[in-house]
């Protein structure tokens, strides 16, 4: 069974920055893709970020570009997402997910099998 672990979360002042981490069980984690997903209140759960299971490709939600980066740590089994100048609406519980074995990174949801319980991110006006 694969598990993510989510953690790194918090609240924070905006313009302020967060550095979420995924760690994963399972020695297969360097094999898949790995993406960051978030829900705020009310609202249906989208893409943030996405990356290839070597990481040398990227893909990111408008929303976020230019401010956050997913990296990965295949060493570590970790997969992270730096969150700088946060916005107000960035709020949102952010989950990480796996994605397909040797994949690319991709926003569409169906295309992650297991995901983490999900770590809260407040950011303050």
């Known amino acids: 069974q694969v598990q993510l672990v989510e953690s790194g979360g918090g609240l924070v002042q905006a313009g302020g920055s967060l550095r979420l981490s995924c760690a994963t069980s399972g020695r297969t984690f360097s094999s898949y893709a790995m993406g960051w997903f978030r829900q705020a209140p009310g609202k249906e759960r989208e893409f943030v970020a996405a990356i290839s299971w070597l990481g040398g490709s990227t893909y990111y939600a408008d929303s976020v570009k230019g401010r956050f980066t997913i990296s990965r740590d295949n060493a570590r089994n970790t997969v992270y997402l730096q969150m700088n100048s946060l916005k107000p609406e960035d709020t949102a519980v952010y989950y990480c997910?796996?994605?397909?074995?040797?994949?690319?990174?991709?926003?569409?949801?169906?295309?992650?099998?297991?995901w983490g319980q999900g770590t809260q991110v407040t950011v303050s006006s």
């Open positions: 997910a796996r994605g397909g074995r040797k994949g690319m990174p991709t926003a569409v949801a169906a295309s992650y099998d297991y």
